[in-house]
């Protein structure tokens, strides 16, 4: 008896997880939320944001709960639904734990996933009977030269996949450049000149510079710097370059940063920019 109420009861509580993403209660975000830069998001908000962005993939999500739930308040599909609840449960907690989701929430999904551990344990024996006990090796019964020659396999695919990975983030992905991070145009000469209100020189993603204007538009560039030249340019589609819009010098000093140069045309034009910090 006291097994049958704790399955009906965690089903409930799940079956109310799975209607409030359906029906709107979870995974929307406030309007003063959405107007907040993404630097300033909290990790709450910025979990919202992210599972409500898909219509598809909350209600997937609220399926499975709900799936799950119903499946829960049968004997013969309790395995079944415990199997397919914990998985789902588990991210939930590392998701609540790490980006900082309300504590009761997360108390939750807790004892949610300490219910189907326990529906789960009682068929313990048989799962490793079935996951590893009754699987068979492939190979023929003289392997030992065969299973050296895949474990060979297997580390050198862990090691290459680490490895160009490591590359792409650190070396295709980035090409440090004295200039990186975000800066605030805080004065333009001539005044006239249509300039950025900020300028993003990527970290990373190497030679990517973007431009914010005054209207909130973003505009993505190619920049090179020259460190000891002090040269810069800037052209108007990153990688393939394109037209050159920018062509001169920059002297930077700690937190402040001097432009000077043609900009799209009109002539030589200094920018006086400010480091900003966006975290």
């Known amino acids: 008896m006291g097994r049958t109420i704790v399955r009906?009861?965690?089903?409930?509580?799940?079956?109310?997880?799975?209607?409030?993403?359906?029906?709107?209660?979870?995974?929307?975000?406030?309007?003063?939320?959405?107007?907040?830069?993404?630097?300033?998001?909290?990790?709450?908000?910025?979990?919202?944001?992210?599972?409500?962005?898909?219509?598809?993939?909350?209600?997937?999500?609220?399926?499975?709960?709900?799936?799950?739930?119903?499946?829960?308040?049968?004997?013969?599909?309790?395995?079944?639904?415990?199997?397919?609840?914990?998985?789902?449960?588990?991210?939930?907690?590392?998701?609540?734990?790490?980006?900082?989701?309300?504590?009761?929430?997360?108390?939750?999904?807790?004892?949610?996933?300490?219910?189907?551990?326990?529906?789960?344990?009682?068929?313990?024996?048989?799962?490793?009977?079935?996951?590893?006990?009754?699987?068979?090796?492939?190979?023929?019964?003289?392997?030992?030269?065969?299973?050296?020659?895949?474990?060979?396999?297997?580390?050198?695919?862990?090691?290459?996949?680490?490895?160009?990975?490591?590359?792409?983030?650190?070396?295709n992905n980035r090409d440090p450049s004295p200039l990186d991070g975000t800066w605030e145009v805080i004065r333009a000469e001539p005044g006239a000149v249509k300039v950025p209100q900020r300028i993003y020189f990527e970290y990373n993603r190497a030679y990517m510079c973007v431009f914010k204007f005054a209207d909130d538009t973003y505009v993505t560039h190619h920049f090179q710097a020259n460190a000891d030249g002090r040269s810069l340019g800037i052209w108007e589609k990153w990688l393939s370059k394109g037209a050159q819009i920018f062509s001169g010098n920059y002297a930077l000093d700690g937190a402040k940063l001097t432009l000077q140069g043609d900009l799209d045309g009109a002539g030589n034009i200094v920018l006086e920019l400010e480091r900003r910090r966006v975290r």
Not at 19 to 41: H, M, R
Not at 70 to 87: D, E, I, K, Q
Not at 144 to 151: K, P, Y
Request: proline content about 3%; charged content about 10%.
């Open 8 to 171: 009906y009861g965690a089903a409930l509580v799940l079956l109310v997880y799975g209607f409030a993403k359906i029906n709107g209660s979870q995974f929307t975000i406030l309007d003063s939320e959405l107007d907040k830069p993404l630097g300033q998001v909290s990790g709450f908000w910025l979990t919202w944001y992210y599972f409500g962005f898909s219509k598809f993939y909350g209600n997937f999500l609220a399926l499975a709960q709900i799936g799950g739930a119903v499946l829960l308040t049968f004997p013969r599909t309790t395995l079944l639904g415990a199997c397919l609840l914990a998985p789902i449960l588990a991210n939930i907690i590392l998701i609540d734990v790490f980006y900082g989701v309300d504590a009761g929430a997360t108390v939750v999904a807790m004892i949610l996933f300490s219910v189907m551990l326990g529906l789960i344990s009682g068929h313990f024996k048989d799962l490793v009977d079935l996951f590893w006990t009754r699987q068979k090796a492939t190979g023929p019964p003289s392997f030992t030269r065969i299973s050296a020659l895949q474990w060979a396999i297997r580390v050198t695919m862990i090691a290459a996949a680490c490895a160009l990975t490591y590359w792409v983030a650190n070396y």
